[in-house]
């Protein structure tokens, strides 16, 4: 999953991000509200954690210009303020969520998963295709009853193709969910964490999950499909 993170002290910026990347989700920053708005809409978020006092446009501004303008996405606001007044601003100006600092990044993460879960589609914990089973609270998986060791990049792209199974996407889109705006289109990293992929979840069994569609993209399907 990639966020979008609005936080214009570098030192929390950091601490947020990096317990973030930790958990497998890729992490755009922005540290003021007009380069939110220019990354948010020239890049697919699938969730924006915002931080109220931010300098150009606070954080109620921009969270009420991406509802204008008919943005879903999920936002979380972030702030030091913790009168029953700002946290109903927070939520009138269009936020999902609220959580007071300091705050803990175990809880942050919770958070983002139960917006995510309770988004435009519903997103249950737990992902079965097959004999594939993937605890997204946990991120453990498990083919056949075997655990499967992952690294976070790794995890990353199979929860967006198990989210997106039976549908053939293509490297913008797994660049788009999967890895932040660092992300060189021209390096074979996609391609890379496919086949190590490939290697962990489908060596030693008859059918291959993870597919290729040449000229496509990839795509992940259950034998039935």
């Known amino acids: 999953m990639r966020v979008l993170l ?46 109220v006092m931010i300098p150009e446009r606070n954080g109620y501004e921009v969270c009420r210009e991406l509802r204008t303008r008919g943005s879903h996405v999920p936002v979380l606001m972030l702030t030091a303020r913790d009168a029953v007044a700002d946290r109903i601003k927070g939520l009138d100006s269009g936020a999902d969520d609220y959580l007071t600092k300091p705050f803990a990044v175990a809880e942050l993460a919770a958070r983002l998963r139960a917006l995510l879960r309770r988004g435009q589609v519903f997103r249950p914990p737990t992902i079965q295709i097959a004999d594939l089973v993937i605890d997204t609270r946990s991120r453990k998986v498990t083919r056949g009853g075997r655990e499967v060791g992952l690294t976070a990049k ?72």
């Not at 990096?18 to 978020?45: C, P, Q």
């Open 154 to 225: 790794e995890y990353a792209l199979l929860e967006y193709l198990a989210r997106e199974a039976g549908r053939v996407v293509n490297r913008s889109e797994i660049s788009e969910h999967v890895w932040d705006e660092t992300y060189d289109p021209a390096s074979n990293l996609i391609d890379v964490h496919i086949n190590r992929l490939r290697r962990k979840l489908d060596d030693g069994f008859a059918h291959a999950l993870i597919q290729t569609r040449r000229g496509a993209g990839y795509v992940l399907v259950s034998p039935s499909d």
């Open 6 to 51: 609005v936080e214009d002290d570098p030192r929390i910026a950091r601490f947020v991000s990096r317990g973030l990347r930790e958990r497998t989700y890729a992490v755009d920053v922005a540290d003021n509200g007009a380069d939110a708005l220019y990354k948010f809409f020239v890049s697919d978020y699938d969730v924006v954690v915002l931080d």
